[in-house]
């Protein structure tokens, strides 16, 4: 695959914007939510420097489209136009960083599986990242782009994949016992439904019972030393400060610029 073509003189334009604006702000760990649907996708996720960048991905024949539903998908919107040509060309402008002027920030792409065959979608989608191992591969480059894979907890076979294919391991408070060692070893953070554990809409008090359990998986996560996000939570400053204050350690939004602003006037820098 060509990444070098007539898009990269406007991408590296966008890449020069985005590294204006992103000049100097300090914020959490912000996860860019279903980030294809934002006005301007993947490059005001990554001006406001957000830690995670989200795309839902259906490989359909042998091309991975961008969309939520099946019925989003569009010829013109594919991964690697949307995602994969702008990764390799800000690493590569950036001498194999994400952020030139913060190169120990990190960048990881999460890829949520749109497709029945999930064992096909995963060699599809090394198969295109092992073209870049300066880009994706942290043996190579330690600036590397992270890749988290949501949606399937785990592959058939996860020790055929290579090392930096993380996966979202989706809590439920049950199952936990049945993951194995080289599962365990693959996880890169566990999310669980805000929803399940609280009815709470980012107004008013949230009650202690409700506090308890969203503390419960929090701690979880952390005993066993990987990060936690909720998805389906209350998307407003309330939640949002709420969650930071409890040691959630990203903070999932569909308003990616609002968030890094609201956290950046507090001058937090994780």
């Not at 539903?69 to 800000?90: G, H, K, Q």
Request: charged residues 25%; hydrophobic residues 35%; negative net charge.
């Amino acid at each position: 695959m060509k990444v070098f073509n007539m898009r990269t003189l406007i991408s590296f334009l966008a890449v020069f914007y985005a590294a204006v604006l992103s000049y100097g702000q300090s914020v959490p760990m912000i996860h860019s939510h279903n980030d294809y649907q934002k006005n301007v996708p993947f490059y005001m996720a990554y001006s406001c420097k957000a830690a995670v960048i989200e795309c839902d991905l259906h490989y359909i024949g042998d091309t991975f489209f961008v969309g939520h539903d099946a019925s989003d998908v569009d010829s013109t919107r594919t991964f690697e136009n949307m995602y994969l040509e702008p990764l390799v060309t800000i690493f590569r402008c950036n001498g194999g960083c994400a952020w030139i002027n913060d190169p120990d920030r990190k960048i990881t792409l999460m890829a949520e599986i749109k497709s029945p065959d999930s064992d096909a979608y995963v060699d599809a989608l090394e198969e295109r990242l092992r073209a870049f191992p300066d880009v994706f591969d942290p043996d190579v480059n330690p600036h590397a782009c992270g890749i988290l894979i949501t949606g399937w907890n785990f592959p058939s076979h996860p020790e055929k994949y290579p090392s930096f294919f993380k996966y979202d391991y989706q809590y439920n408070g049950v199952d936990w016992g049945k993951v194995t060692a080289d599962e365990f070893g693959r996880i890169g953070s566990v999310s669980m439904n805000f929803g399940a554990l609280s009815r709470w809409n980012g107004q008013g008090e949230f009650n202690d019972e409700e506090r308890k359990a969203v503390r419960k998986v929090i701690d979880f996560a952390h005993s066993i030393g990987k990060p936690v996000r909720f998805w389906g939570a209350p998307d407003c400053e309330a939640c949002w400060d709420m969650l930071v204050q409890m040691g959630a350690d990203y903070i999932s939004t569909d308003h990616i610029d609002e968030c890094t602003r609201h956290f950046d006037r507090q001058n937090i820098n994780q």
